[in-house]
């Protein structure tokens, strides 16, 4: 298995997970809870007709400069940050996740794993927006393991390949008809990474993505047979979608290069100098743009997480709290990282209440996403502060289970099912995590 890392730098922004391969490749899957909101509604939106919801897919964002995005493994959709940054408009973002849901709709990975098998091993082709990889390794703990690189494709692969890209370009058009966003937005997103496609025109016959005249082709054939689709933008989405863009271009570029773009007092620029700054450590100035924000939108739950976080920076807990808990509350749906940020804070504090306070958050966190790694370790701190070994010890083999590092997890796993009380749901899972790392072991 590849070996995993975990980065945990800026916690109310981004929840880094970094996946390294043998070839020193590296994805840097991001988790942020205002760029999962906003994109589950529009994948709510797209999978609607087909009685299916976000929740039926995996979606990881890979902080890249890169326009890049591509579906593995069945239900397995990765989106690059630069996707969203080089996009003009929400529908251009909705209509690269209806192609990539277009390919997952239509099985096309599946069909690929067959067709792979009848192939030379030295080519393995994934379906990419505009940039030829491959996926060359397998994944363990939701994405660990998977390694990117470039790939050169067999000639007897070559028409099966074109074919599901012109299917998914076309189906693309029809999921974004039926969820009434204008399918349009896909041939202008594509024209944006014509020059980003490293395809030349004389190696198209070779390339498991045609070229961009050929696709916009494929997708006009399709709007011609497609009546209505001209639907009108909303205008809330696109607001949005503004704000979202304009803290991730923050995050992914230059300080100098967001306060050249974002120069102006309108709210987008507020908010992308606001998480600048937080970046470079002017924590004032970033305080002061989040508090403008919050007075033209009280109820908005990330302009409180953020705020939160800058608070936490300057150790100022007691606001890092309060601030939390709103976001918290204002929050449409539950979200694991909104607690386990919470149970972070309360830590900081280093008090028998708030560790006590700390624990329920840590495990509303963990209830709703059992495989949030760093939650399970912020657990077993919290579980030592209160000087109950015995539970730590049982929160420390689920995390070492969860990041890869399996004889850790079984040792650990050891210690806890001596001392948890018997027949307690920590009991029953530490002897559930021996024996299958015991037949994890044995298969080595």
């Not at 975990?6 to 981004?14: G, M, Q, T, V």
């Not at 370009?169 to 020059?195: G, H, P, R």
């Not at 933008?233 to 949005?240: A, G, N, R, S, V």
Request: proline share 2%; aromatic share 12%; charged share 25%.
């Amino acid at each position: 298995m590849a070996e995993v890392k975990f980065r945990f730098a800026i916690i109310a922004i981004f929840y880094f997970l970094i996946f390294f391969s043998s070839h020193s490749k590296a994805l840097d899957v991001i988790r942020d809870i205002e760029l999962e909101d906003f994109t589950n509604k529009i994948l709510d939106e797209l999978l609607k007709p087909y009685k299916l919801g976000h929740g039926d897919i995996n979606i990881y964002f890979v902080k890249s400069d890169q326009i890049n995005a591509f579906v593995t493994g069945g239900k397995n959709m990765f989106i690059n940050t630069e996707i969203l940054i080089a996009s003009d408009d929400y529908r251009e973002y909705a209509a690269v996740l209806a192609h990539e849901l277009a390919h997952i709709i239509n099985g096309h990975i599946f069909n690929t794993s067959i067709e792979i098998s009848n192939l030379s091993n030295k080519a393995l082709p994934i379906y990419l927006l505009g940039i030829i990889s491959i996926i060359a390794g397998s994944s363990d703990a939701g994405v660990a393991g998977v390694m990117v690189g470039q790939a050169s494709v067999a000639d007897g692969f070559t028409y099966y390949s074109r074919t599901q890209e012109a299917s998914a370009d076309q189906s693309a058009v029809n999921i974004l008809c039926k969820s009434k966003i204008n399918a349009e937005f896909l041939i202008s997103f594509l024209e944006k990474i014509e020059d980003n496609q490293k395809i030349e025109a004389n190696n198209d016959y070779r390339s498991t993505h045609p070229l961009i005249e050929n696709r916009i082709s494929w997708i006009n054939s399709a709007l011609e047979n497609t009546q209505n689709c001209n639907f009108k933008k909303d205008e809330l989405l696109e607001k949005q979608f503004e704000l979202l863009k304009a803290k991730l271009h923050a995050f992914t570029h230059p300080y100098s290069e967001t306060e050249a773009v974002y120069n102006s007092n309108r709210d987008r620029d507020l908010y992308a100098t606001a998480v600048s700054n937080y970046f470079m450590g002017n924590l004032d100035n970033s305080i002061n743009n989040l508090e403008i924000l919050m007075k033209k939108e009280p109820e908005n739950p990330y302009y409180k997480e953020l705020i939160g976080e800058v608070y936490f920076a300057s150790q100022n807990y007691d606001k890092a709290s309060k601030y939390q808990l709103g976001a918290i509350e204002q929050i449409e749906q539950a979200n694991d990282l909104y607690h386990m940020m919470m149970g972070n804070y309360l830590l900081s504090f280093e008090k028998e209440d708030e560790a006590a306070e700390a624990i329920l958050q840590l495990k509303k966190s963990l209830q709703i996403n059992p495989k949030n790694a760093y939650s399970w370790y912020l657990l077993a701190r919290a579980y030592a502060f209160k000087s109950d070994i015995a539970l730590a010890n049982y929160a420390t083999a689920e995390r070492y289970f969860l990041i890869g590092e399996r004889q850790l997890s079984f040792d650990f796993a050891q210690k806890a099912l001596k001392s948890v009380k018997e027949k307690s749901p920590e009991w029953y899972r530490s002897f559930d995590l021996i024996e299958v790392l015991k037949k994890d072991f044995s298969n080595k």
